[in-house]
């Protein structure tokens, strides 16, 4: 390693603590894990903060997984999850489309669904596109 990398790696700013917490809902445990955090370094003008949560959650008494994204605005519920629960879906109001680095090329977003949710104690309520996704049942952004 040259010694240009080397003082690149002492500026970065040091790593977080990601310890795991733990809920009990019922006999269930429930655990949540940061997944991935970044931080400026203290003296950026623009603080900025990024984290990524993956987690499970409860929705309809099921076990499902979800990744809380800060950096995102937009809520996302995974077709699979709408189909296997049952769950009644609405007319998007702006519908839109996604390209995925996939074989599927052009995805149309046309699909909303309201889903309650709750991790250990909190309970929530979001309105979420529907889209086919492999990664996590339910996607959540900031609000």
């Known amino acids: 390693m040259s010694t240009s990398e080397e003082s690149d790696c002492d500026d970065m700013p040091p790593l977080e603590d990601a310890s795991d917490l733990e809920y009990a809902v019922g ?6 894990r940061r997944s991935l955090s970044v931080q400026t370094k203290e003296d950026d003008v623009e603080q900025q903060r990024e984290n990524i949560f993956h987690t499970r959650c409860l929705i309809n008494d099921e076990v499902c997984s979800m990744i809380i ?23 998007h109001e702006r519908p839109y489309q996604l390209q995925w680095l996939n074989e599927c090329s052009v995805v149309r977003v046309n699909r909303q669904v309201m889903i309650s949710f ?26």
Do not use: F, Q
Request: charged share 20%; proline share 4%.
């Open 69 to 91: 994204d800060i950096g995102s605005c937009t809520n996302v519920a995974s077709a699979t999850l709408v189909r296997k629960l049952g769950l009644n879906t609405i007319k």
């Open 118 to 143: 709750s991790v250990g104690k909190y309970k929530d309520e979001v309105l979420g596109d529907v889209v086919p996704m492999h990664a996590t049942h339910l996607l959540l952004g900031r609000p």
């Open 27 to 32: 006999d269930k445990v429930l655990v949540i």
